[in-house]
């Protein structure tokens, strides 16, 4: 079966741009986590979604930063007017979540490289 | 409060010889840990998880953990290293959400420890 495909993989922006990228999750996974990884750097938590309930946006670093999830399916994070300091791996990761119990493993894609000029 | 400490940034070690990568962790309540690795431009592989069952537990590629309660370590060890284990590895604690608040999707991640394979 896929696993958790992220697009693009790769992506160049000018500073100022506003960009978005998707992940598609597992199918059946009820919990989709999008995370930070900067160069040489561990993993920032953004924001987590479990179904139908309120995400936790709590590790957004700033109004610039909005995700959606529709449903138990695709997720769309989106930067506006992105800096510099907004260059890193965008990690997007899901899991059986509640439905599997809490200690479903995270099943990861291969990130979204994002370089703002 | 839940936390989780990788006790090394980075560690080196020689093709053959042991490996050990620390974790220690922090929690109020009986967690679930997990260990992954990255490997370049890669996403996380699970490579092993610890959910009360057997405290030592055996994942993938030779690794194994064992938890233990007393000294609230999770460490990591491999007996013999091999070159294709070069890559970052993260140690993780789930906690119930309900205890926890339910905040970052009640998964804690380790700053991860580098480690490098010399031939």
């Known amino acids: 079966g896929a696993g958790v495909s992220q697009s693009p993989s790769n992506k160049v922006t000018e500073k100022g741009k506003d960009v978005e990228l998707r992940c598609d999750p597992i199918?059946?996974?009820?919990?989709l986590y999008w995370y930070r990884q900067r160069l040489g750097q561990g993993l920032e938590f953004l924001i987590y979604?479990?179904?139908?309930?309120?995400?936790?946006k709590s590790g957004l670093p700033s109004d610039r930063f909005s995700a959606e999830r529709t449903g138990e399916s695709v997720s769309t994070l989106t930067i506006q007017r992105t800096q510099q300091e907004d260059s890193a791996v965008y990690l997007c990761?899901?899991?059986?979540?509640?439905?599997?119990?809490?200690?479903?493993?995270?099943?990861f894609g291969n990130g979204t490289r994002l370089t703002v000029t | 409060a839940q936390s989780v400490t990788q006790l090394d940034s980075h560690v080196s070690v020689s093709e053959g010889t042991p490996v050990l990568l620390r974790c220690n962790y922090s929690?109020?309540?009986?967690?679930?840990l997990f260990w992954y690795v990255q490997h370049p431009n890669k996403g996380l592989q699970l490579l092993l998880k610890?959910?009360?069952?057997?405290?030592l537990v055996k994942g993938i590629n030779g690794f194994e953990a064992e938890f233990k309660k007393s000294e609230t370590s999770f460490h990591l060890t491999k007996p013999s290293a091999h070159m294709s284990d070069a890559a970052e590895y993260f140690c993780?604690?789930?906690?119930?959400?309900?205890?926890?608040?339910?905040?970052?999707?009640?998964?804690?991640f380790g700053k991860g420890t580098k480690l490098s394979v010399k031939p």
């Open positions: 199918s059946g996974h009820t919990a």
């Open positions: 929690s109020s309540y009986s967690p679930s």
């Open positions: 610890y959910t009360s069952a057997a405290t």
């Open positions: 979604f479990q179904g139908n309930s309120a995400p936790d």
């Open positions: 993780v604690v789930s906690i119930l959400s309900w205890n926890y608040g339910g905040s970052q999707g009640n998964l804690i």
């Open positions: 990761a899901s899991s059986l979540g509640v439905r599997g119990s809490y200690n479903s493993p995270l099943h």
